[in-house]
């Protein structure tokens, strides 16, 4: 038995101020009623023994006394109650709660149950030190305090393995978080690299053939400037068609980093491409305007509604889509309907399957349907993020 004053736990420090209160009630009856009797003196150096040689036996958790506390409260304790019945040709009930403090601070093992055997026969034998006419209630005292420490005891434990799964548990989730935000960066560095490569080919594509058509055009201007003229005009259809592209190119980068919404970033995406395409498009949002998805969620969102308008227009010549997003009890869900010419057979090229592989890596699902000549639908689900238990 560690000191009060480094006990942790609420439970202990009340057993042991107990346990004084038990002592001084029992020394309150030997100084005033037994003070009298023969062998008074030994009784009372028995009496502090088993006060004081438990209790204060240690004060680290590797001592001798700490460790084996129980054992000490059995010998010291058990002695006392044997001897002071015999002296005093009457039983006492002295060992009930020394046998409640043995059983909370007993560990799990055969000592344990080697323990409460001792505690339930100390008793018996202090009856029969007297005479078996005392035999009486009593001598279960050691048995059943003893009993009600041990389940104290588990309760303690079952309250010690639960804190440390706890802990465990939190620390599990702090390392997914960082492999979650690593994963982020990883891939928003892939975006970057990506889009900077895109960049690079067309500008430096562009660049040179209207370079090379310029350095043509000088030469033209004055043997033939109306060659000279048409060429300017092919060099300023290729630079107008190098802008939309380069534009695109830009379009695809997520506006405003992470603290925009969900929803203001998606209706940006719209805005810009409504701006570049006059296709007519309506964006409506269900539910709550802070969606509860991470920042990679977030993204693939982004990218999976910019790759089904650039499919709605391109491939399916649709002139109307209709955007819903919206967030339920499991899944933030976004659905982009179209007009198009639709397809009988849908086929998982680079663009589909992408948003497919991104889906996948956040445990999404990805569900697309066409009707020839009616359009098609696609619809993206992300897991919403839950609140996770912390310390």
Same mark, same amino acid.
């Given at each position: 038995?560690?000191?009060?004053?480094?006990?942790?736990?609420?439970?202990?420090?009340?057993?042991?101020?107990?346990?004084?209160?038990?002592?001084?009630?029992?020394? %309150?009856?030997?100084?005033?009623?037994?003070?009298?009797?023969?062998?008074?003196?030994?009784?009372? %150096?028995?009496?502090?023994?088993?006060?004081?040689?438990?209790?204060?036996?240690?004060?680290?958790?590797?001592?001798?006394?700490?460790?084996?506390?129980?054992?000490?409260?059995?010998?010291?304790?058990?002695?006392? =109650?044997?001897?002071?019945?015999?002296?005093?040709?009457?039983?006492?009930?002295?060992?009930?709660?020394?046998?409640?403090?043995?059983?909370?601070?007993?560990?799990?093992?055969?000592?344990?149950?080697?323990?409460?055997?001792?505690?339930?026969?100390?008793?018996?034998?202090?009856?029969?030190?007297?005479? %078996?006419?005392?035999?009486?209630?009593?001598?279960?005292?050691?048995?059943?305090?003893?009993?009600?420490?041990?389940?104290?005891?588990?309760?303690?434990?079952?309250?010690?393995?639960?804190?440390?799964?706890?802990?465990?548990?939190?620390?599990?989730?702090?390392?997914?978080?960082?492999?979650?935000?690593?994963?982020?960066?990883?891939?928003?560095?892939?975006?970057?690299?990506?889009?900077?490569?895109?960049?690079?080919?067309?500008?430096?594509?562009?660049?040179?053939?209207?370079?090379?058509?310029?350095?043509?055009?000088?030469?033209?201007?004055?043997?033939?400037?109306?060659?000279?003229?048409?060429?300017?005009?092919?060099?300023?259809?290729?630079?107008?068609?190098? =802008?939309?592209?380069?534009?695109?190119?830009?379009?695809?980068?997520?506006?405003?980093?992470?603290?925009?919404?969900?929803?203001?970033?998606?209706?940006?995406?719209?805005?810009?491409?409504? =701006?570049?395409?006059?296709?007519?498009?309506?964006?409506?949002?269900?539910?709550?305007?802070?969606?509860?998805?991470?920042?990679?969620?977030?993204?693939?969102?982004?990218?999976?509604?910019?790759?089904?308008?650039?499919?709605?227009?391109?491939?399916?010549?649709?002139?109307?889509?209709?955007?819903?997003?919206?967030?339920?009890?499991?899944?933030?869900?976004? =659905?982009?309907?179209?007009?198009?010419?639709?397809?009988?057979?849908?086929?998982?090229?680079?663009?589909?399957?992408?948003?497919?592989?991104?889906?996948?890596?956040?445990?999404?699902?990805?569900?697309?349907?066409?009707?020839?000549?009616?359009?098609?639908?696609?619809?993206?689900?992300?897991?919403?993020?839950?609140?996770?238990?912390?310390?």
């Amino acid at each position: 038995m560690l000191p009060i004053n480094q006990e942790t736990h609420w439970v202990y420090k009340t057993a042991q101020i107990t346990r004084i209160g038990w002592f001084t009630f029992h020394m %309150l009856i030997l100084v005033l009623i037994l003070a009298s009797k023969p062998f008074y003196w030994l009784i009372l %150096l028995l009496f502090f023994a088993a006060f004081l040689i438990p209790q204060w036996s240690g004060t680290r958790i590797d001592s001798f006394g700490v460790k084996n506390y129980p054992l000490l409260e059995l010998i010291f304790s058990g002695m006392f =109650l044997i001897i002071g019945c015999y002296l005093f040709d009457n039983y006492s009930s002295f060992l009930a709660y020394p046998a409640l403090c043995a059983g909370i601070y007993s560990s799990a093992g055969k000592g344990r149950w080697l323990l409460w055997a001792g505690f339930s026969v100390a008793p018996f034998l202090a009856v029969l030190a007297i005479g %078996l006419d005392q035999l009486g209630m009593g001598v279960i005292d050691g048995f059943f305090f003893f009993g009600i420490g041990i389940a104290i005891a588990k309760v303690l434990e079952a309250e010690q393995k639960t804190k440390l799964l706890l802990e465990e548990n939190r620390k599990k989730n702090q390392l997914l978080e960082e492999y979650a935000k690593q994963i982020e960066r990883i891939t928003l560095l892939e975006e970057r690299n990506r889009l900077a490569k895109d960049l690079h080919d067309t500008i430096g594509h562009t660049f040179t053939s209207v370079i090379m058509g310029l350095d043509a055009a000088a030469f033209l201007q004055k043997s033939s400037p109306d060659k000279a003229k048409e060429q300017i005009e092919r060099l300023s259809h290729v630079m107008r068609k190098s =802008l939309g592209e380069i534009r695109s190119q830009i379009h695809q980068i997520s506006p405003n980093g992470e603290k925009e919404e969900l929803s203001s970033q998606l209706k940006y995406i719209v805005d810009e491409f409504v =701006l570049h395409t006059n296709i007519e498009i309506q964006f409506e949002q269900i539910g709550s305007q802070a969606i509860n998805i991470s920042t990679q969620g977030t993204l693939t969102l982004i990218r999976c509604l910019q790759e089904s308008l650039t499919n709605a227009v391109r491939h399916g010549q649709a002139n109307k889509i209709s955007i819903t997003l919206k967030e339920d009890d499991s899944y933030v869900v976004l =659905l982009i309907k179209d007009n198009g010419i639709g397809m009988r057979d849908i086929q998982f090229g680079f663009g589909l399957s992408g948003m497919k592989e991104r889906l996948d890596s956040l445990q999404g699902r990805f569900s697309i349907e066409s009707v020839e000549n009616e359009g098609t639908v696609v619809a993206c689900f992300i897991p919403v993020i839950v609140n996770r238990l912390k310390r």
